[in-house]
């Protein structure tokens, strides 16, 4: 299959993050829990040198809480602060004020060096387009938080929300697209929905997941489809003709309708019903 993305929006975001990175202490990236990799976009790691990092792992409640931990300290070993989060409910939010002093602890020590008292924390929230940042923007600042005006040496029309007495938010999300370095990772796009479905080829990429799914999560596979004899369950295709019989999807004629399978399938997974799943995992890294 091939992946396609929309490379026209990527220059404008860009240049809005370049623009503004210069008011920045502390960037802060969402990644997609369930594949913290693919979710990345390596253009970040070059706007945001010399800047305090901070990853949130978020929809952490849709991946594996085993995988969860090793992708912490993954990111840990590579130098970022780290947190796994789920903005939609707010869970983990509590503890990103403290873990933001501390990643920018050495701003801080400067500031205080100068005698310059009260400076905010000034972050961008980045990341590609789905990953939460609106939804985590919003739970962040929760309702209480007012808006700031514009900044002498901020583009105009900027508006900073300003948090608490320490940090303030730059309030449009950066948007970064990701790379498209392998078929894996557009695949791995793909299977979360960061991508227009209507160009995809539903039951190709709900092939790949139950192979994905047969391989690491035979029995939560087995329980919502209530796969009896997984034996007996070794393609593919056999596991998609059990859940047209299972959720009785059917053409005129009985025929088998596999797109209808394979939607209720990427529904399934997409929404955590199947359970909490990951698809890519540290070790598993080339
Ligand atoms: P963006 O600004 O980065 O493009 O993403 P946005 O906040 O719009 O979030 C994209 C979708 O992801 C939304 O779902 C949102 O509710 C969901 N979401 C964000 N964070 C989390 C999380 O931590 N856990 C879970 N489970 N979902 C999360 P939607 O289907 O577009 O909207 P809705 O049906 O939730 O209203």
């Known amino acids: 299959m091939n992946y396609q993305w929309y490379p026209g929006h990527m220059t404008k975001a860009k240049r809005m993050m370049q623009e503004n990175i210069g008011l920045i202490d502390l960037v802060i990236e969402l990644v997609d829990a369930r594949i913290p990799l693919s979710s990345r976009n390596p253009d970040i790691d070059e706007l945001g040198k010399n800047k305090a990092r901070l990853i949130l792992l978020n929809k952490s409640d849709l991946a594996d ?3 969860n931990k090793l992708w912490m300290e993954y990111f840990k070993g590579k130098g970022f602060h780290v947190l796994e989060i ?31 008292k009260n400076r905010p924390i000034r972050a961008i929230v980045v990341g590609i387009p789905n990953v939460g940042k609106s939804t985590f923007i919003n739970s962040f600042a929760g309702k209480a938080c007012t808006k700031t005006g514009n900044k002498p040496g901020v583009t105009k029309g900027k508006q900073w929300i300003r948090m608490n007495r320490e940090l303030e938010l730059l309030d449009t999300p950066g948007i970064l697209w990701p790379k498209f370095e392998s078929d894996e990772v557009g695949r791995n796009l793909a299977l979360i929905g960061s991508m227009n479905d209507e160009i995809l080829q539903m039951t190709e990429l709900a092939a790949d997941l139950i192979g994905y799914l047969l391989k690491y999560y035979r029995e939560e596979l087995a329980a919502r489809y209530q796969m009896e004899d997984l034996d007996d369950m070794a393609t593919p295709l056999k596991v998609l003709t059990h859940i047209c019989e299972n959720r009785k999807c059917y053409k005129k004629g009985q025929e088998a309708d596999y797109e209808k399978a394979s939607s209720i399938l990427m529904d399934d997974f997409r929404s955590g019903r199947i359970g909490r799943i990951t698809l890519e995992f540290p070790e598993r890294e080339e």
């Open 65 to 67: 809480a085993g995988a």
């Open 86 to 116: 789920n903005a939609k409910s707010g869970q983990g939010l509590k503890s990103i004020q403290g873990v933001v002093r501390e990643a920018c602890k050495e701003k801080i020590e400067r500031d205080r060096k100068r005698g310059i």
